[in-house]
């Protein structure tokens, strides 16, 4: 059982390029979430799948876009990198309703220049 | 926005100290749900409190939820090197989305 696999682990981009960060899970989860973490802002949630087929706007959602391929992948893509965009993005999910934890990936740091 | 606060940012404490991290929403939550994240690490499931006036207790932590559903904290008595991290509460409004506190990083003094 991998739980939540993310890749890459790390990535650099120059401003403009384009690249797809990949999240999956094997727990059979009906949810996956997309978060950022920057220093001193705790976690932000990017956009959201509640289940197969369907996705929504988190907090931060601009300059991005998923994909819930199936029930098991999730992936966030970045059509034109900003140095804003520098970050640790975090793949998690759930089994989904109110009353379940999130399951976190490792993580990738990417660093736009 | 629906936001949750989070204080201390930061916590030095000698080892063998308690340690205290506090949560804060202006409105009410359906419940909350705390996280540690050790360094270089991803965060990792600790608690979920749901009932108003809630108190849980994992060996040397002790999670409290109040009884307006608005705060909670996280109280580790003892230090210990091994509660090194980052501890974030993340607050659900009634959704499927949590929204996650700034997060107070503890630092141990051997």
């Known amino acids: 059982n991998a739980g939540v696999t993310q890749t890459p682990k790390f990535q650099v981009l120059k401003t403009g390029q384009s690249m797809t960060l990949q999240c999956a899970q094997d727990?059979?989860?009906?949810?996956m979430y997309w978060y950022r973490q920057d220093p001193g802002m705790g976690l932000r949630l990017i956009y959201y799948?509640?289940?197969?087929?369907?996705?929504d706007k988190g907090e931060v959602p601009n300059g991005y876009n998923v994909s819930r391929l199936n029930k098991r992948e999730f992936s966030l893509r970045l059509e034109s990198a900003a140095p804003s965009q520098t970050s640790v993005y975090f793949c998690?999910?759930?089994?989904?309703?109110?009353?379940?934890?999130?399951?976190f990936g490792p993580g990738t740091r990417l660093t736009v220049t | 926005g629906q936001q949750v606060m989070q204080i201390p940012q930061y916590q030095h404490v000698q080892e063998g100290e308690d340690f205290t991290t506090y949560c804060n929403s202006s409105?009410?939550?359906?419940?909350i749900q705390w996280y540690k994240q050790r360094p270089g690490g991803h965060p990792v499931f600790l608690i979920q409190?749901?009932?108003?006036?809630e108190v849980k207790k994992q060996k040397r932590l002790t999670f409290q939820f109040g009884e307006a559903k608005k705060n909670s904290s996280l109280h580790i008595t003892a230090t210990q090197t091994t509660d090194v991290g980052t501890y974030f509460c993340?607050?659900?409004?009634?959704?499927?989305?949590?929204?996650f506190g700034t997060g107070t990083r503890l630092t141990i003094i051997p």
């Open positions: 409190l749901v009932k108003s006036g």
């Open positions: 727990m059979n989860h009906n949810s």
């Open positions: 998690a999910s759930s089994s989904g309703g109110l009353l379940y934890e999130q399951y």
């Open positions: 993340a607050g659900n409004f009634g959704n499927e989305k949590l929204t």
């Open positions: 409105t009410t939550l359906s419940n």
């Open positions: 799948s509640a289940s197969e087929g369907t996705t």
